[in-house]
């Protein structure tokens, strides 16, 4: 049996070792129990990250950590993990403390499987949701915090594991117990109120393709109605020649949270050649955009992606920061280059270069004429990785941002397209397994 309990961030190796001691004794001969962790700290130098800067602005500095330690218990029949994290910028907190109010400490997974045939099972708890690559449905792995989803999953495999299917929803509600007595409005939580999607996926000799259907809805705060919003997608990847290729497109409809109608789309593509030095992708994400003019919602919305891992790694788009005017989202065209070179035995060097644009036609405060030319800017992106130990791996990325004009039309906050807009950031990940019995 297995007690659930309440506890505080200052309980938390407590609570751990109780629930760690509780599953030891059947671990080692009915199942396997493994306990891990991870000390992930993060330093960044941000000069123009996100948005452009200026002459005149300081960059900022700051060291960011996420702690985490893990239990995954897997029976025959069934499997449960928890999984408790921390995260924290170095020095937010006193040195001598009882409480920790500048740091967040929760639960990032606690989920329960069960088994109900060699093929069918279901999950559900607190979870997160990566499918593909994560372009729509992501665990957010970049960043400290991660994205969960508090959901019930129903999953299919085949036999050979060549066919998966997976039919997931949620419904959420925010506050406590005692208080939910009458209606389910749902307020203050920046979050869909329920969510349902379907995912199929079939690998076959030389290609692999999925399809995702996904509906969200959300709250409209004007009364209680609920506003619904699909998303389509077919993705696809394999062999042609001597290429890798793929390709994803995605289609949304219904309506978004101010109740206005949706109609956007994404279509992405790629193709990866090898050479003698390394391997080279080209590629393009197109993003649809909304116009000042527009009377729909035309700005595609990746919603639950890891974004950072496809347009750019400065997080000028998608990523917890708008560009667009007047409250519309301008799209993005994105043509790029990728590559990886081998350094050593165990390490690398990635480099991408992207090209943006606008998707949507902009319009230059000053005249309040249309800008004659959508072109955002060029990025580099470079990230040396390295394999120190088992355990432990090094980062080490520079970035940089040559901005045109019409990004200072975009973006919210006052900048400069011609200061030097750069990013420099270390990271070092230990993310050892403490535990392991063989079941």
């Known amino acids: ?29 009915f ?31 700051f060291i960011e950590q996420r702690s985490r330690l893990f239990a995954d218990y897997n029976a025959e029949k069934f499997r449960v993990k928890i999984n408790f994290q921390d995260i924290r910028i170095w020095g937010s907190t006193s040195q001598i403390y009882k409480t920790d109010p500048n740091t967040t400490t929760n639960v990032y997974e606690a989920w329960g499987l069960y088994r109900l045939s060699p093929n069918w ?23 400290a915090q991660g994205r969960s989803h508090d959901a019930v999953v129903i999953s299919y495999q085949s036999d050979s594991s060549d066919l998966r299917l ?10 406590f117990e005692p208080s939910k007595l009458s209606e389910t409005f749902y307020t203050g939580v920046n979050n869909y109120k329920t969510m349902q999607f379907a995912w199929l996926h079939k690998e076959l000799s030389k290609a692999k393709f999925s399809v995702l259907i996904h ?8 009364d209680s109605s609920v ?13 042609a020649g001597g290429l890798d290729v793929g390709g994803e497109f995605y289609y949304q409809g219904g309506k978004n949270a101010a109740d206005v109608d949706v109609s956007a789309f994404l279509l992405s593509a790629f193709a990866t050649f090898k050479t003698d030095l390394t391997p080279i992708t080209l590629g393009f994400d197109y993003v649809s955009g909304t116009s000042i003019e527009d ?5 595609f919305n990746p919603l639950y992606g890891t974004n950072h891992k496809f347009y750019g790694y400065m997080d000028y788009f998608y990523v917890g920061n708008a560009h667009g005017q007047q409250g519309n989202i301008a799209g993005l065209l994105d043509v790029h280059l990728k590559t990886r070179f081998k350094t050593g035995k165990s390490s690398s060097l990635v480099a991408n270069a992207h090209v943006f644009s606008s998707a949507a036609d902009l319009y230059n405060p000053a005249d309040n004429a249309q800008s004659e030319s959508k072109y955002l800017g060029t990025e580099l992106d470079l990230v040396f990785n390295m394999r120190i130990d088992k355990n432990v791996n090094f980062n080490l990325g520079y970035s940089q941002m040559w901005a045109g004009e019409s990004m200072e039309f975009v973006k919210t906050t006052a900048g400069d397209h011609t200061a030097l807009n750069n990013w420099v950031w270390f990271m070092i990940n230990f993310n050892p397994i403490l535990f392991k019995t063989e079941g």
Not at 215 to 222: S, V, Y
């Open 1 to 29: 049996m297995i007690v659930l309990t309440t506890f505080k961030p200052m309980e938390f190796n407590k609570t751990f070792a109780c629930l760690l001691l509780l599953m030891l004794p059947t671990a080692s001969i």
């Open 227 to 239: 506003a619904m919003r699909q998303t389509y997608a077919l993705i696809g990847s394999g062999k």
């Open 31 to 61: 199942a396997q129990l493994t306990v891990g962790s991870q000390i992930r700290p993060r330093a960044e130098f941000r000069n123009g990250f996100k948005t452009l800067t200026q002459d005149n602005r300081d960059a900022a500095f």
């Open 166 to 175: 997976d039919i997931g929803g949620a419904f959420n509600q925010q506050g």
């Open 121 to 143: 099972s279901f999950k559900l708890g607190r979870m997160d949701l990566d499918y593909d690559n994560a372009r729509f449905l992501g665990d957010l792995d970049w960043a």
């Open 215 to 222: 509906n969200d809805g959300r709250q409209i705060q004007g």
């Open 295 to 299: 009377d729909k919602d035309k700005s």
